[in-house]
């Protein structure tokens, strides 16, 4: 079975060399569609001897789009084809070279997802945030339509029915929260994103969802298992250096968006640090709910700040 890795990129120059070495171990093919990187991501892709460099000519943020992309592409290599959807900060621990389900996948039925879990790599690379939600990255393609989501939409094809694999053994280096500043930079622009495409979400959604490291239980911080680098770092690899490339693109494109629809169409946004802060337009009542927010961020599923919360939701949250 040929393994290919697909890839969305756009401006990932600071982890995507890493990533192609890692991933040029264990796979036959990636293939990177590039959505107009100005960082020089496409010219460190087409360095690689594994990768077939594609243009993704959408303008529009579309997870489904370039997902259905990435795939077209991917099957125009020979089949029976194993794909993983991976994006350049997603890295297979090494434990993938000793793994008897990873070896396994070659038999799986077409059809099949694979399922695995990510190791949130933390800042200093020494620790690791480990969240129990299984995510469909991997899947035996057998050749099914993929509607996809414009935003938070499952990677690959997977059928309610399909057959599933558990790779337990394997995690996904999620390097994301390495890179701090980055991170909270592209979370405000999800906010921002989110907030003018889809209407219907409410600033107290938007503020669980995009403020969960803030609150990380500590019971699911670990130490970052050295085995999990070592068989990179063997092939001179360097698996822990994490390269500051601010600004940021998306800092401009929410600058660019307040100053299209004026920040008070954004004040129930948590994102007023940074550069931003000389634009903030919140008044006393939504700093004081911003700080109740940040507040109960560890435990918002409590009855108690449920009712809280439905008593803010006629008041605009």
Not at 30 to 47: L, W, Y
Not at 79 to 99: K, Q
Not at 257 to 281: M, T
């Amino acid at each position: 079975m040929t393994t290919i890795v697909v890839t969305p990129v756009r401006n990932e120059a600071w982890i995507l060399d890493r990533f192609l070495r890692c991933a040029s171990l264990w796979a036959d093919h990636i293939v990177v569609a590039d959505q107009g990187s100005t960082d020089g991501s496409g010219e460190i892709a087409a360095r690689h001897a594994k990768v077939t460099l594609i243009e993704n000519p959408g303008p529009e943020y579309d997870e489904g789009a370039r997902q259905r992309l990435l795939l077209e592409a991917a099957r125009r290599f020979p089949g029976p084809r194993m794909i993983f959807a991976l994006d350049a900060d997603e890295i297979l621990a090494a434990t993938w070279r000793e793994s008897a389900a990873f070896e396994g996948l070659a038999g799986a039925a077409p059809g099949t997802v694979v399922r695995m879990r990510w190791a949130n790599v933390l800042p200093g690379v020494h620790s690791c945030w480990l969240p129990d939600e299984e995510i469909v990255f991997g899947y035996v393609d057998d050749g099914a339509d993929h509607p996809g989501e414009q935003i938070h939409s499952v990677r690959l094809p997977a059928a309610p029915s399909a057959p599933s694999v558990s790779l337990d053994d394997v995690r996904v280096l999620h390097y994301q929260y390495a890179n701090w500043e980055r991170m909270k930079s592209k979370q405000r622009w999800y906010q921002c994103w989110e907030l003018l495409n889809l209407p219907s979400k409410r600033p107290i959604q938007l503020y669980r969802q995009y403020h969960r490291m803030d609150a990380i239980p500590p019971e699911h911080v670990h130490a970052l298992p050295a085995h999990w680098l070592a068989r990179y770092e063997a092939e001179g690899i360097d698996m822990r250096a994490v390269p500051e490339h601010a600004p940021y693109p998306w800092d401009d494109e929410v600058a660019g968006w307040i100053r299209a629809h004026g920040a008070k169409r954004f004040r129930k946004l948590d994102i007023w640090d940074g550069d931003l802060a000389a634009a903030d337009p919140r008044g006393p009542a939504t700093r004081l709910v911003h700080r109740w927010l940040g507040a109960t961020q560890d435990g918002y599923e409590r009855g108690s700040t449920r009712l809280v919360q439905r008593a803010l939701i006629p008041f605009g949250w």
